[in-house]
Nanobody
Framework: QVQVVESGGGLVQAGGSLRLSCVAS????????MGWYRQGPGKQRELVAG???????RYAESVKGRFAISRDNNKNTAYLQMNDLKLEDTAVYFC?????????WGQGTQVTVSS
């Protein structure tokens, strides 16, 4: 089982920015996709952004143009740059890393956007 740890959440004013980091570790593995889900208060969990090992990306429609995912495959690390944050972006953000056609999950990091 690969360990996945995300960090970088916090409290930010609307219009501000945060960058989340996600590091996957283990004795021997190869990661396919990495990305982020989020679950806000009273909302369903949704995919925010994902990236394949080859660099293909997908984003939730609500974050296109504001968020950007990137990866360092050698470091098994993914980043989520979040710009122009909105109140509705408030959520717990969970990183995932796909290994052997299954997803390993981080513990979640809280992002709170204030007015």
């Amino acid at each position: 089982q690969v360990q996945v740890v995300e960090s970088g959440g916090g409290l930010v004013q609307a219009g501000g920015s945060l960058r989340l980091s996600c590091v996957a570790s283990g004795p021997r593995f190869s990661i396919d996709g990495m990305g982020w889900y989020r679950q806000g208060p009273g909302k369903q969990r949704e995919l925010v952004a994902g990236m394949s090992r080859g660099g293909s990306t997908r984003y939730a429609e609500s974050v296109k143009g504001r968020f950007a995912i990137s990866r360092d495959n050698n470091k098994n690390t993914a980043y989520l740059q979040m710009n122009d944050l909105k109140l509705e972006d408030t959520a717990v953000y969970f990183c995932y890393a796909g290994v052997s056609e299954t997803n390993c999950w981080g513990q979640g990091t809280q992002v709170t956007v204030s007015s």
